[in-house]
C-alpha cells in the first residue's frame, strides 16, 4: 500500500479521539450485525452498536479510500507493519499508547486488527479497530471502551473482532 494511503489511514483515525463521541457523528451506509445478546443500535443506527450498560460501544465504517484486498498472511502483516509505524507515528501526539497490529484471517481474505489505548476527555479508552477490504475500499469496525472496565461486554467485544466480523 502506498505510503500515502497509510498516512489518509492515520489522518482518518487521528480524527476518532474516542468512540465516546460517535454518538454524535453522521452514520455512513450499510448495516453492522453484532450477534452479541443485549446489544442494540444507537438512536436506531445500524452501524453503531452499543452494550445493554453502555460500557462498551461498536462502530462500522465504509471510507472511499482504496483498500487492496489482503490474499496472504505475508500481505497482511505488511500491511500490519506499515500501519504500526505510520499509526505510531502520527498519533503520538494524541496520547496513544500501547499500539500492537496484528493479522487476521477472515473468510479466505486477511485483514488487519489494531489495538492501542487514547485519552479522550480525561478518559483512557482501549480501542480496538479492525481493517478490511470491502470491494476495493476501506472498511472498518472499531470498538471501545474505558480503560479497566470490567464489564463482561469487553471480552465479548474483543472476540467478536478478532474472530467474527467478515
Known amino acids: 500500500m502506498p505510503a500515502a494511503s497509510l498516512l489518509r489511514c492515520a489522518r482518518l483515525r487521528r480524527n476518532w479521539t474516542a468512540l465516546a463521541l ?27 452498536w452499543t452494550d445493554s450498560l453502555g ?6 465504517e465504509r471510507h472511499g479510500q482504496a483498500f487492496p484486498l489482503l490474499k496472504t498472511e505475508a500481505e497482511a502483516l505488511t500491511f500490519a507493519r506499515r500501519l ?43 480501542i480496538s479497530q479492525l481493517y478490511l ?16 472496565e470490567a464489564s463482561p461486554c469487553v471480552n465479548e467485544m474483543r472476540e467478536f473482532l ?3 466480523v467478515d
Open 55 to 60: 460500557a462498551c460501544v461498536l462502530r462500522e
Open 162 to 164: 478478532r474472530y467474527e
Open 22 to 48: 460517535l454518538p454524535l457523528l453522521a452514520a455512513p451506509a450499510g448495516a453492522l450485525i453484532v450477534p452479541m445478546g443485549g446489544w442494540t443500535p444507537v438512536n436506531g443506527d445500524a452501524n453503531l
Open 133 to 148: 477490504s470491502d470491494s476495493g475500499l476501506l472498511r472498518t469496525v472499531t470498538g471501545s471502551s474505558a480503560q479497566r
Open 84 to 126: 504500526q509505524t505510520s499509526l505510531s507515528r502520527s498519533l503520538k501526539k494524541s496520547g496513544v499508547g500501547d499500539l500492537v497490529t496484528q493479522p487476521v484471517f477472515r473468510n479466505d481474505t486477511w485483514g488487519v486488527l489494531a489495538a492501542y489505548s487514547q485519552e479522550a476527555n480525561g478518559v483512557t479508552y482501549e
